[in-house]
């Protein structure tokens, strides 16, 4: 009967020990999945402020095109006004 018991006491230590190992191994994969999942997080992060600031600067470079074109039809327009003026002025 102590042989018995010495036995199953053994198998019990094997049984914790394989289970505490098991279970280390779990946490340090879970650990490694976490890490690959904040780089992969981090990098998504990067791609999204590098779409939405290349998007910035592409409406920025519109508004000034925008800005350019308005001022030359300004500058086109006073200068066809004053030669009108002139124009009648002559007449």
Do not use: P
């Not at 946490?27 to 690959?36: F, R, T």
């Amino acid at each position: 009967a102590g042989g018995l018991a010495r036995s199953f006491e053994m198998l019990s230590i094997a049984s914790g020990v394989v289970s505490t190992w098991l279970s280390s191994r779990q946490l340090q994969q879970a650990q490694q999945q976490h890490h690959a999942e904040l780089r992969h997080n981090a990098e998504l992060h990067l791609q999204q402020v590098s779409h939405n600031l290349q998007a910035h600067y592409q409406a920025i470079a519109s508004s000034f095109v925008e800005a350019a074109q308005e001022a030359d039809r300004d500058v086109w327009e006073q200068r066809n006004s004053q030669f009108n003026t002139k124009l009648l002025a002559s007449t």
